[in-house]
């Protein structure tokens, strides 16, 4: 259960029993929220194993019929859904790549998933050999292996392959004027997918 760390100082900080109350209530609801969408645990409640048997969210994979799994993927989150992920699977995996923001891979604990870091939210060239060892998995897996493809937000500049007429400094460029302009997610990946090669 997640705990907001200066809760009791928000608690004490009140001017009134009501007002400590109303405080305990929202503190609860923040807390439970956090908690709901926690990636380990959504994970988790939508992956199940049952011998040979693999569902995911309803969709169900015998893994008798693949010959490999591989996982691929990234985003801030990617690096706690490869983790659940992994403690489900375990050795079923046969490698994967998950690239999540720099800085964030000693918080995760994978055997078989590589997890590069790369820049977010302007991508750096990390970011671009991140895509590309993604692409490089995707690469050589056959019609009888199984890719599971694990994306959370910030995948955008976490895996970045521009355009071969696109540079690096260019989509770094167009990432700055875009966030710069208070452009939201959604018109900022609009213009990111016209120059990706990844996407």
């Given at each position: 259960?997640?705990?907001?760390?200066?809760?009791?100082?928000?608690?004490?900080?009140?001017?009134?029993?009501?007002?400590?109350?109303?405080?305990?209530?929202?503190l609860s609801a923040i807390e439970k929220?956090?908690?709901?969408?926690?990636?380990r645990k959504l994970i988790r409640s939508k992956l199940v194993l049952t011998n040979d048997l693999l569902e995911i969210d309803g969709r169900k994979f015998e893994l008798?019929?693949?010959?490999?799994?591989?996982?691929?993927?990234?985003?801030?989150?990617s690096g706690s859904m490869a983790e659940a992920?992994?403690?489900?699977?375990?050795?079923?995996?046969?490698?994967?790549?998950?690239?999540i923001p720099h800085g964030t891979s000693d918080q995760h604990r994978t055997k078989r998933i590589k997890?590069?870091?790369?820049?977010?939210?302007?991508?750096?060239?990390?970011?671009?050999?991140?895509a590309r060892k993604i692409v490089s998995i995707a690469d050589q897996a056959?019609?009888?292996d199984l890719i599971i493809c694990?994306?959370?937000?910030?995948?955008?500049?976490?895996?970045?392959?521009?355009?071969?007429?696109?540079?690096?400094d260019d989509?770094?460029?167009?990432?700055?004027?875009?966030?710069?302009?208070g452009a939201n997610i959604n018109e900022i990946n609009t213009v990111r997918k016209h120059i990706s090669e990844f996407k």
């Open positions: 259960m997640v705990e907001i760390k200066n809760r009791n100082e928000l608690l004490e900080n009140a001017s009134s029993l009501l007002n400590r109350r109303a405080r305990e209530i929202a929220a956090i908690d709901a969408v926690d990636p008798s019929s693949f010959r490999r799994i591989f996982v691929v993927g990234g985003g801030k989150a992920l992994e403690e489900v699977l375990g050795d079923l995996v046969e490698s994967g790549v998950i690239v997890l590069d870091e790369a820049s977010h939210p302007i991508p750096d060239e990390d970011s671009v050999q991140g056959g019609e009888d694990l994306i959370s937000g910030g995948g955008s500049s976490l895996m970045a392959m521009p355009r071969e007429e696109v540079s690096l989509k770094q460029g167009i990432t700055e004027m875009l966030l710069r302009s």
